[in-house]
């Protein structure tokens, strides 16, 4: 890609995101993030959790965790980590110097665009 193509690129990202919008949300998805948050919170008691929206405005939600160390060794962690894993689309684990350990899921289709 050169860089005109990529300066055109960013152009229509920017008319995407600045486009008015509206979705509905998808039952089966959004209980999926639900049960994911719910087994977060029970693995994670100290751990700080969130939901983030989709910052491209595709209809994801994001499952966000900023923790200082997390242990998943035995079958009840390791059971529980797997309920938030099965249903994302994808997820990262990364290391920091100020929050220790941080996780994100995405659950891509949380949302349906209807206009």
């Known amino acids: 890609m050169v860089d005109h193509e990529f300066h055109d690129l960013l152009r229509q990202l920017n008319r995407y ?3 008015p919008k509206q979705f509905l949300e998808n039952p ?3 209980n999926d993030v ?3 948050f719910t087994y977060a919170n029970t693995l994670f008691p100290d751990a700080r959790i969130e939901l983030r929206d989709d910052p491209l405005q595709l209809g994801a939600l994001i499952l966000h965790i900023e923790m200082f160390d997390a ?3 035995g079958d009840k962690e390791i059971r529980a980590f797997i309920e938030i894993i099965h ?3 994808n ?3 990364y290391a920091t110097p100020v929050h220790g350990i941080c ?3 995405v659950y891509q289709d ?3 665009r209807i206009t």
Do not use: Q, W
Request: glycine fraction near 0%; aromatic fraction near 12%.
């Open 110 to 112: 949380a949302y349906i």
């Open 28 to 30: 089966s998805r959004i």
């Open 103 to 105: 996780f994100s899921a």
């Open 71 to 73: 242990n998943i060794s």
């Open 87 to 89: 249903n994302a689309d």
């Open 34 to 36: 639900r049960t994911a």
């Open 17 to 19: 995101l600045e486009a």
């Open 91 to 93: 997820f990262e684990i």
